[in-house]
T-cell receptor
Framework: KAGVTQTPRYLIKTRGQQVTLSCSPISGHRSVSWYQQTPGQGLQFLFEYFSETQRNKGNFPGRFSGRQFSNSRSEMNVSTLELGDSALYLC????????????FGQGTRLTVV | DQQVKQNSPSLSVQEGRISILNCDYTNSMFDYFLWYKKYPAEGPTFLISISSIKDKNEDGRFTVFLNKSAKHLSLHIVPSQPGDSAVYFCAASALGNTGKLIFGQGTTLQVKP
């Protein structure tokens, strides 16, 4: 059974650009969440999607957005990139919001220069 | 306001001995707790979880204890092995929603041969 797949694994962007990251959940999982990991702030919740609907959003500026497709795949977008957006972006999937386990992908390492 | 705290940034133990990692939380709404293990540049790997209706959960070498009155949980690893060396994160969710996890800052465990 394939795990959570995130693409790309590594990305370098310039300040002011925008970026789109992709996450394919485990087959059958319908809930997808995104997290940002930075050395200073640790792992912080970005958003949660279930059945193409955003259920929760973390405390991030509007430059951070996401969506979920009918096949449960999800994308997150960051516009007008800032140096501080450099981080490991992690996606987690679970069967549904009340599931007892959430499984993470390998992450996308974004570097903004 | 850090709702989940892991006050020990690092822990070093000898192979074969017990490792005890601690986690405190402040939000009374948290009712489900998870422990993850993480290597650099990889996604967190789920280890074990516990519901607030229990005070202990075991899975092989890993046991998690929950003290609701103290808002404290701990992860015991017995016996510790060098392969256990990693960063351990405690995470909490409210209303059983694992789609939105609040993480502690992590504890780096080093198990010496």
């Amino acid at each position: 059974k394939a795990g959570v797949t995130q693409t790309p694994r590594y990305l370098i962007k310039t300040r002011g650009q925008q970026v789109t990251l992709s996450c394919s959940p485990i087959s059958g999982h319908r809930s997808v969440s995104w997290y940002q990991q930075t050395p200073g702030q640790g792992l912080q919740f970005l958003f949660e999607y279930f059945s193409e609907t955003q259920r929760n959003k973390g405390n991030f500026p509007g430059r951070f957005s996401g969506r979920q497709f009918s096949n449960s795949r999800s994308e997150m977008n960051v516009s007008t990139l800032e140096l501080g957006d450099s981080a490991l972006y992690l996606c987690a999937s679970s069967l549904a919001p009340g599931d007892t386990e959430a499984f993470f992908g390998q992450g996308t390492r974004l570097t903004v220069v | 306001d850090q709702q989940v705290k892991q006050n020990s940034p690092s822990l070093s133990v000898q192979e074969g001995r017990i490792s005890i990692l601690n986690c405190d939380y402040t939000n009374s709404m948290f009712d489900y707790f998870l422990w993850y293990k993480k290597y650099p540049a990889e996604g967190p790997t789920f280890l074990i979880s516990i519901s607030s209706i229990k005070d202990k959960n075991e899975d092989g070498r890993f046991t998690v204890f929950l003290n609701k009155s103290a808002k404290h949980l701990s992860l015991h690893i017995v016996p510790s092995q060098p392969g256990d060396s990693a960063v351990y994160f405690c995470a909490a969710s409210a209303l059983g929603n694992t789609g939105k996890l609040i993480f502690g800052q992590g504890t780096t465990l080093q198990v010496k041969p």
